[in-house]
């Protein structure tokens, strides 16, 4: 005679998401698995420790920034651990998802034409695996940015131990090397969230949606699946 | 020229530029190097007068008292000795803050108020203001500011503007036993200048010039050097300049990460407001190949 406790179970695409990706669950794929988004939401939340403790210290026009943490002497007394902890989190970013990143031949026009087709919502590309040449761009972009910013922030750290006409190429490196950074974050959110629905669940919860995955990642849908190219 | 503390110019700030309101003549010091006698007197008054605490002499195998300067020593007789017509010159040179007109130091820093240049020109830091964060060492042609391990602060001469705020002159050229430190306005230093200059070029000195570089808008501290062609044989920079990095860095650079960055939020608000969103379109079952419901 005991009551049937209302239960609402876990939704069976999460539950699978937390140790694995790459499947399908239901109407759903499973894109990253919870260790991929927990390692990307480190990432981002670094970045942005960096972004608005560093930026107050940049111009004075961002100064209201440091406001959020106790004014510019904290910022500039956290900014370099955030910093640290950003390269960290990048590095094990970097290496949960290398596997993933290699450039193939047909994706070399990403850095030209493509990109701009692709932002026309032009690209009809039925070979696009999980990510696409311009994500793998950004991956090896922000890897490389990531590296220039902890050298020049290391002797922006300790500038007793560098030569000092070094010192101001360190300090125009860290600056060029965060705006090039900046502009491609602020695409990278702007695409993951308002232009292209659907993308952001795959951070979130982990999963996207069937058509989602057969319009953005076919050829990745159809490894996942075992579908069949789609005709003409 | 009992007041002068308005502010000229101020790190990281557009307030306090060159307000001119009131009619304050920039000071300077002037050091005659032709007749220092090494006895730093000037570098003890620095020392008392500003309650820094004693500092452990090194031997650097001259009669200087240190190395170089440090953040708790902000006056230094350097000494030197150069091979000259056969002989021997041995030069000494007061070497402190130089008080430019257009601070390197002040243009580098990202601190609002940090640096500042009073209208009576002197260059002052204000610890409440400094992060620590070292760059106007880079942003200095005569490698003075120091950091301070001790309050995390740089640290460099003030030409004593607390005492010439009240019309006193700075303690350097109060202890000096042999007149070459005095203190005064800056056309009465360089008029100063020029007629000691005249002096020793009749008197063997052909190449004696004052010290007063324009590369960096001269200076609140001019030096009458009797080798004048060889300002590098006192410790001097040839011909000192903001370098031209730290102006790229934030003249050039950091105005165009400005647009840069603001370009790219307008950019993605600008394709969408164009191309809107890429929406997935067609149903499940449509996309499973199958009949619909």
Redesign the interface.
């Known amino acids: 005679m005991s009551a049937v406790t209302p239960h609402r179970p876990v939704d069976p695409a999460v539950l699978a998401g937390q140790t694995r990706e790459n499947i399908v669950v239901g109407?759903e794929i499973v894109r990253h698995d919870r260790r991929s988004r927990l390692i990307h939401w480190a990432v981002a939340a670094f970045f942005f420790l960096c972004v608005f403790t560093g930026m107050p210290?940049?111009?004075?026009?961002f100064?209201w920034m440091a406001h959020l943490f106790g004014g510019?002497?904290v910022?500039?007394v956290v900014h370099p651990w955030a910093g640290l902890a950003f390269f960290l989190a990048s590095g094990a970013m970097f290496f949960q998802w290398v596997s993933d990143m290699h450039m193939e031949p047909n994706e070399r026009g990403w850095l030209g034409p493509k990109l701009f087709q692709y932002?026309?919502?032009e690209t009809e590309d039925e070979d696009v695996g999980k990510y696409n040449g311009g994500q793998k761009l950004l991956f090896w972009a922000a890897g490389l940015g990531a590296i220039g910013l902890l050298l020049s922030g290391l002797m922006?750290w300790f500038?007793?131990l560098i030569p000092?006409?070094l010192?101001?190429?360190a300090?125009?490196i860290h600056?060029?090397t965060?705006?090039l950074f900046?502009?491609m974050i602020?695409?990278h959110i702007?695409l993951g969230t308002?232009?292209?629905?659907?993308t952001f669940g795959s951070m979130t919860r982990g999963t996207v949606?069937?058509?989602?995955a057969?319009?953005?990642h076919p050829r990745w849908y159809r490894e996942v699946?075992g579908?069949k190219p789609r005709r003409g | 020229m009992a007041h002068g503390l308005d502010i000229r110019r101020s790190s990281a700030s557009v307030w306090g530029s060159l307000s001119g309101m009131r009619s304050v003549p920039t000071v300077s010091k002037y050091i005659d190097t032709t007749t220092c006698i090494g006895c730093k007197a000037c570098e003890v008054a620095c020392q008392e007068w500003n309650d820094l605490k004693p500092v452990a002499t090194q031997q650097v195998g001259t009669y200087q008292t240190l190395p170089t300067l440090n953040p708790e020593y902000w006056n230094l007789i350097r000494f030197n000795e150069r091979d000259f017509d056969g002989g021997i010159v041995w030069l000494m040179r007061k070497d402190q803050c130089m008080h430019c007109d257009e601070p390197g130091c002040l243009a580098a820093c990202p601190a609002p108020g940090a640096i500042v240049q009073y209208d009576n020109g002197i260059v002052d830091v204000n610890p409440d203001q400094c992060i620590g964060c070292k760059y106007c060492e880079t942003g200095c042609p005569f490698d003075v500011p120091r950091f301070s391990q001790t309050t995390g602060k740089m640290a460099k001469c003030t030409l004593c503007v607390d005492r010439v705020t009240v019309g006193l002159e700075p303690a350097c050229v109060k202890s000096c036993p042999t007149g070459c430190l005095h203190f005064g306005t800056k056309e009465d230093m360089v008029e100063l200048g020029h007629t000691r200059v005249a002096q020793l070029k009749q008197t063997g000195f052909a190449n004696a010039v004052l010290y007063d570089p324009q590369g960096v808008g001269g200076t609140s501290v001019v030096t009458v050097l009797g080798h004048g062609d060889h300002p590098e044989w006192y410790g001097l920079p040839a011909d000192p300049h903001v370098p031209l990095l730290v102006k790229l860095w934030k003249s050039v650079l950091r105005p165009i990460g400005v647009v840069a960055l603001f370009g790219a939020v307008v950019g993605a608000f600008s394709h969408y407001t164009k191309f809107g969103r890429k929406e997935v379109r067609g149903t499940d079952s449509q996309d499973r190949n199958l009949p619909d419901a």
């Open positions: 109407d210290i940049w111009t004075p026009l100064g510019l002497s910022c500039r932002l026309r919502y922006m500038p007793q000092r006409p010192m101001a190429f300090y125009l600056d060029f965060f705006i900046g502009v602020v695409f702007y308002a232009a292209e629905p659907g949606t069937r058509p989602w057969r319009l953005h699946t579908e």
